[in-house]
């Protein structure tokens, strides 16, 4: 069963817009990941945030956690087209492992 | 390879047909993850290996599925009996280590399977 749910299920804005993604988790974990997929296909990793962070960075992303209230959320400054894609958030229980992936957030960021 | 590959990237089978999927790891990761991803949804994790070993199978659905690593690297998932329900992108991932610092996940481009 998924362990994360997503929030919205689909987004769509316009380009130069933010993006915000917001992602539930049930259980206590180790670390928090989020992957963008093109096509269906494969997952690209994006940003990791371990369960002692709150906040993380990686150019026009912006990762928040709060373990208090179990969810996570992903922020894209100043979207272009090319970031038209899923967004998945990810729970790790443990160091390493299986990741228990979410639903997902469908984006799409119009030109 | 530059990647994780995998092959075939597109298998169509009969119901009641046996199959391989492959899948080639990044060199030197020695930690290999298989998940599959149905339409709509997030991917679902089914074994992963650290080393030739399974270190955790809990996710494989029932023993029709079963996978192998035998020499710490390629690995092949093996599906019999197929049902139409196993229909699914089959994805594979790998890491440079399961317990580590190093815990990003790279993943391939999958492997559709469609069972008729």
């Known amino acids: 069963s998924q362990q994360g749910e997503e929030d919205p299920q689909a987004l769509s804005i316009q380009e130069g817009e933010n993006a915000t993604m917001n992602c539930s988790y049930k259980?206590?974990?180790?670390?928090l990941q989020w992957y963008r997929q093109n096509s269906g296909r494969g997952l690209v990793h994006l940003i990791l945030?371990?369960?002692?962070?709150r906040e993380k960075h990686s150019g026009r992303l912006r990762v928040t956690l709060d373990t208090s209230k179990k969810s996570s959320s992903l922020l894209i400054t100043a979207s272009r087209a090319a970031d038209t894609a899923s967004y998945f958030c990810?729970?790790?229980?443990?160091?390493?492992?299986?990741?228990?992936f979410g639903q997902g957030t469908e984006l799409s960021v119009k030109p | 390879g530059a990647g994780v590959s995998q092959t075939p990237s597109n298998k169509v089978t009969e119901k009641g047909k046996y199959v391989e999927l492959r899948c080639d790891p990044i060199?030197?990761?020695?930690?290999l993850y298989w998940y599959r991803q149905s339409l709509g949804q997030g991917p679902e994790f089914l074994i992963y290996?650290?080393?030739?070993?399974?270190?955790?199978d809990s996710g494989l659905p029932n023993d029709r599925f079963f996978a192998v690593r035998p020499e710490g690297s390629v690995s092949t998932l093996k599906i019999q009996r197929t049902e139409r329900g196993d229909s699914a992108v089959y994805l594979c991932?790998?890491?440079?280590?399961?317990?580590?610092?190093?815990?990003?996940?790279?993943f391939g481009p999958g492997t559709r399977l469609t069972v008729t």
């Open positions: 991932a790998s890491s440079l280590q399961a317990g580590g610092p190093s815990y990003e996940q790279y």
């Open positions: 259980t206590s974990i180790n670390n």
């Open positions: 945030i371990r369960s002692n962070e």
């Open positions: 990810a729970t790790a229980l443990n160091q390493g492992g299986k990741l228990i």
């Open positions: 060199s030197g990761h020695t930690a």
């Open positions: 290996f650290q080393g030739t070993g399974a270190a955790d």
